[in-house]
């Protein structure tokens, strides 16, 4: 499939205001866990695997992934330790592509997104589907550096962004949700700026798995 570009969405909300909790930030810091992997162009590849509509696994070598169509979203970004980027330029592939390139199964509920040195999260079907969910590698028309997720971060604009892991390398289907990284390690199942859903310990009767 060749690459085309798409209109750009419009922003989520047009004038854009911080959630709860959050300040607005200049720049854009570098935040992560480990070390920064190294980027090898022959082995790289992006998988989708698990509850697929074929029971079979697909994968992307890079550069079948970069001739993938393109889109272009303007979205905010919210880190869990309370600063926000706002106005972003995204550009990637669309979250919602992959489900029309590798349907997934009857029932399928969640992903997990797995990124190197086996970091995950996991996420509703429902917001890997929305349509400002991208698997970026442009901010504001330029290209992502190694420690901002180089080559593709996945950016969620309506939830915190730890559920946007960088160094993507795969998207698991899965039929019930399961706790990824950073949720097993107390912050909160469903990641919800505008509700302030930080940590685990302020999670109701269904926003995740039991603990």
């Known amino acids: 499939m060749g690459q085309s570009e798409q209109e750009p969405l419009p922003p989520s909300d047009p004038t854009p205001t911080l959630p709860p909790g959050q300040r607005a930030q200049r720049g854009w810091p570098a935040l992560h866990y480990g070390p920064v992997p190294r980027f090898k162009p022959l082995t790289w590849d992006l998988q989708v695997f698990g509850a697929t509509a074929s029971a079979e696994k ?7 992934f970069t001739a993938l169509p393109r889109t272009t979203v303007v979205a905010d970004l919210h880190c869990v330790t309370k600063f926000s980027m706002l106005g972003n330029e995204w550009t990637g592939v669309p979250a919602a592509l992959l489900l029309d390139l590798v349907p997934p199964a009857p029932g399928v509920t969640h992903v997990m997104v797995w990124a190197e040195y086996g970091y995950s999260a996991n996420l509703r079907l429902a917001d890997f589907a ?31 962004a730890w559920k946007g ?3 993507v390398r795969a998207v698991e ?3 019930a949700d399961r706790r990824g990284f950073w949720e097993e390690r107390g912050y909160h199942n469903q990641a919800d700026p505008w509700r302030e859903q930080r940590y685990s310990y302020q999670e109701e009767p269904g926003d995740g798995p039991l603990r």
């Open 58 to 64: 697909h994968s992307w070598d890079f550069a079948a």
């Open 130 to 160: 929305d349509p400002h969910t991208v698997l970026a590698t442009h901010r504001n028309g330029e290209a992502l550096t190694a420690e901002h997720g180089f080559p593709v971060r996945l950016v969620v604009p309506r939830l915190y």
């Open 165 to 167: 892991p960088k160094w």
């Open 173 to 175: 289907y899965m039929r």
